[in-house]
Structure formats: structure tokens, C-alpha cells
């Protein structure tokens, strides 16, 4: 019986998902799509970097710098 407890159990945690990008993950898609809101309407504003503020201005690099080819160093 116990056997059969153990094996039950770990077929259980066999089957969880723990991608974020599933959609049982619901608190991280809803800030990513805020996020990405706000992301399109900065890109918007992109031509003319001086009408950004400062906090749209980090955003903006941020995104940049995680689109670039250029490997990251700091690790």
C-alpha cells in the first residue's frame, strides 16, 4: 500500500507544470501584458528620445538590451 502511496505521489509531481509561460500561471501573464502595453506605447515615442521621462527612458533600454545579439557578460 505504501508503494502504491509513493508512486501515486510521484506521478503527481511528475505532472505539475512549473513553466511560467503556461496559462495556469495567471499572475505573471497578466503583469506581462501591462508591461508589454506600456512597452508598445514607449516604442511609440522611440523617434524622439528626449519626450521620454526617465522611468519609460529604463524601460526602453531594457528592452533593447535584451533584444541585442551581444552576449551578456555579467554573469
Request: glycine share 0%.
Amino acid at each position: 500500500m505504501r508503494k502504491l502511496i509513493i508512486i501515486f505521489f510521484l506521478l503527481i509531481l511528475n505532472n505539475c507544470s512549473l513553466n511560467k509561460d503556461s496559462q495556469y500561471w495567471t499572475e505573471n501573464s497578466i503583469e506581462s501584458k501591462a508591461n508589454q502595453r506600456k512597452l508598445n506605447e514607449i516604442l511609440k515615442k522611440s523617434d524622439d528620445i528626449t519626450s521620454m521621462t526617465l522611468e519609460e527612458y529604463e524601460i526602453y533600454i531594457d528592452d533593447y538590451t535584451k533584444k541585442s545579439k551581444y552576449p551578456d557578460i555579467s554573469k
